[in-house]
C-alpha cells in the first residue's frame, strides 16, 4: 500500500528520475512535472500529500507555486529543492511555508529522511487541526446531528483549507453564525493571527469608516493622533464583519476596494496600505433581496458570497435541543455550584415543543437565568418560567399539524403518537381539574386514579394546582 502521494517538480529529466525512484522504492506513490503548468495540472489531478518542487522552472520558480499551495491546501508539505544554495532562496521558501529545502545534489538517505520527517509534521499538523476543531465545536454547539448543520461544518472544514476565500454566513440572530466565522478561522492556516470581529450595526456610519480603515493625525476635529484601523490589525488573520447589510454604501465601495486589491488607505491619508487578511462577514437579513431594492451593492455581494453557508434555526434541528439544553445545563450548575443533573420529562416536552425564535442564544441566556435563580436535583417545566409562551407555541403547532392531517397536507405519521397522547392526557387533567376547582380529592375520582398518580401526572406535565400554589406561598412567607 502507498504510504502518500508525492508531486516531484523538476525541469531536468535526470533529477525528476533520481527522486521519483527512490520515493517509489520507498513506497510512495510519485507523480512528476517538469514545468509550473505541468505541476498545476497534477495537483489538480492528483491532490498530493506532499511536494518537492525545484526552484528555478522555466515558466517561473517553485516559491511561486508553493505559496498557491499553501493558499489552497496549506496541509501539503513542501521541501523546496535548489542548485544554488543560496541563503536568501532558503529564508524565503521557509517564509512561504515550505517545510524545508535541500540543496543539489543530495544522497538518496538524505532525500527519504526529508520526505519521512516531512509526512510525520503533516500527521502532527491534521491532528492538532482536529484536535482544536473539536475543542472548539464542544466549547458551545457540539457536533450537530441535523444533516442541515452537518453540511454547515463541512463547508466549514472545506473553507478552512483556502486562504483569502470569502465567505458569507446567513442565519437568523442568534443561530451561531460568530461561531461559524470563528471555526472557520481556528481551523485555517490563519489561526495563530488575529481574529478580529466588528458589528457593523453597532456603530455609525461616520465612526465605522475610522474604525475599519484607522485614520490620520488631523484627519478630522477629534484625530489628535494616527490610528490604526481593524484592517491592519487583522492583518495576517481574520476579519469578521458581522451584520454586513447594515454597512452604508460608501464603506460598501471601500471594502470592494479591499477584496479586489488587498489596498486600501487610511482616512485622510494617501498611502495605500497592503494587507494579507480573510474577510467572513455575516448577516440575518436578505442581501440578494437588498440588492435588488439597491440598497446593497451587487458586485461587493457576490465578492462577500464566493462560499456562502447558511446556518439553520434552532426550530428545524430539534434533536439539537436537549443535549444542547444539557450541556447548558451542565455548564451553568457547575459555575454556580447548583444541584441540577436531569431534565425531567416535563421540562424536556416544554423545551422541544417551543419555537425558540432567539434560537441557541435565547437556549443558553434561558439556562443561564433558570439554574442561577433556581435550586433542585431535577429541572422540571416550571422552573423554566417559559411555560406559558411555550405550552402556546406547543398548542398552535399540534393544532396546525392536527389540521394539516384532516386536510391531507401531511400523513398522520406526521404527529408522532407519544406527544399527541400526552396532550391529550394533560388537557384531560386540566379539564377535570377546572371542573372540580382544583380539588385533587375529587379530580382523581372523576378521572378513576389514585391522588398520589394524579399528583405525578400533573407533576410530570408541569401543572400546578390551586393547593401547590397556596403551599408554596406559605413557605414562601414562612
Avoid at 219 to 225: C, P
Avoid at 227 to 249: C, H, Q, R, S, Y
Avoid at 307 to 333: G, H, K, Q, T, Y
Amino acid at each position: 500500500m502507498s504510504k502518500a502521494t508525492i508531486l516531484v517538480l523538476d525541469d531536468q529529466d535526470s533529477i525528476r528520475h533520481f527522486v521519483s525512484k527512490a520515493l517509489e522504492d520507498d513506497g510512495y506513490h510519485v507523480v512528476t512535472a517538469g514545468n509550473l503548468r505541468e505541476a498545476r495540472a497534477a495537483i489538480e489531478r492528483e491532490m498530493p500529500d506532499m511536494a518537492f518542487l525545484d526552484y528555478k522552472l522555466p515558466d517561473g520558480t517553485g516559491i511561486e507555486l508553493l505559496k498557491e499551495i499553501k493558499r489552497l491546501q496549506p496541509e501539503v508539505t513542501v521541501v523546496l529543492m535548489t542548485a544554488f544554495g543560496e541563503l536568501e532562496t532558503a529564508v524565503e521558501a521557509m517564509s512561504a511555508g515550505a517545510f524545508w529545502f535541500v540543496k543539489k545534489p543530495f544522497q538518496t538517505e538524505e532525500l527519504l529522511a526529508i520526505a519521512s520527517r516531512a509526512m510525520e509534521s503533516q500527521k502532527l499538523w491534521l491532528e492538532l487541526r482536529r484536535l482544536r476543531h473539536q475543542a472548539f465545536a464542544d466549547e458551545d454547539y457540539l457536533h450537530s446531528g441535523s444533516p442541515a448543520m452537518q453540511e454547515a461544518y463541512a463547508i466549514a472544514e472545506q473553507v478552512s483549507r483556502g486562504d483569502t476565500t470569502s465567505v458569507l454566513i446567513e442565519g437568523e440572530s442568534g443561530t451561531g453564525k460568530e461561531y461559524f466565522a470563528n471555526l472557520i478561522h481556528k481551523m485555517s492556516a490563519r489561526h495563530s493571527n488575529p481574529f478580529v470581529e466588528i458589528n457593523c450595526a453597532a456603530i455609525p456610519a461616520e465612526l465605522l469608516e475610522s474604525e475599519l480603515f484607522g485614520h490620520e493625525k488631523g484627519a478630522f476635529t477629534d484625530a489628535r493622533a494616527q490610528k490604526l484601523g481593524l484592517m491592519e490589525l487583522a492583518n495576517g488573520g481574520t476579519l469578521f464583519l458581522d451584520e454586513i447589510g447594515e454597512m452604508a454604501p460608501m464603506l460598501q465601495v471601500k471594502l470592494l476596494r479591499v477584496l479586489e486589491r488587498r489596498t486600501f488607505k487610511r482616512v485622510g491619508g494617501t498611502k495605500d496600505i497592503t494587507v494579507n487578511l480573510r474577510i467572513i462577514s455575516a448577516t440575518n437579513q436578505n442581501l440578494e433581496q437588498m440588492v435588488k431594492e439597491g440598497s446593497f451593492r451587487e458586485d461587493l455581494y457576490y465578492r462577500l458570497k464566493v462560499v456562502p453557508l447558511f446556518v439553520p434555526p434552532l426550530r428545524e434541528r430539534r434533536e439539537d435541543i436537549l443535549p444542547l439544553a444539557r450541556l447548558f445545563m451542565e455548564r451553568f450548575s457547575k459555575q454556580f455550584k447548583k444541584p441540577f443533573r436531569d431534565l425531567a420529562p416535563s421540562a424536556q416536552r416544554v423545551l422541544t415543543e417551543y419555537a425558540w425564535p432567539g434560537n441557541i442564544r435565547e437556549l443558553k441566556n434561558l439556562f443561564e437565568r433558570t439554574v442561577l435563580l433556581e435550586s433542585a436535583d431535577l429541572l422540571e417545566a416550571q422552573h423554566l418560567k417559559l411555560n406559558n409562551r411555550a405550552r402556546a407555541a406547543a398548542d398552535a403547532s399540534l393544532g396546525q399539524r392536527v389540521d394539516d392531517v384532516m386536510n391531507g397536507i401531511i400523513p398522520a405519521s406526521g404527529i408522532p403518537f407519544e406527544p399527541l397522547v400526552e396532550e391529550l392526557e394533560r388537557a384531560l387533567i386540566l379539564r377535570a381539574s377546572y371542573a372540580t376547582n382544583w380539588n385533587q380529592s375529587r379530580t382523581a375520582e372523576l378521572l378513576n386514579l389514585k391522588r398520589d398518580k394524579l399528583r405525578y401526572r400533573m407533576k410530570l406535565y408541569g401543572i400546578q394546582s390551586q393547593e401547590d400554589g397556596e403551599a408554596n406561598n406559605h413557605s414562601s412567607a414562612a
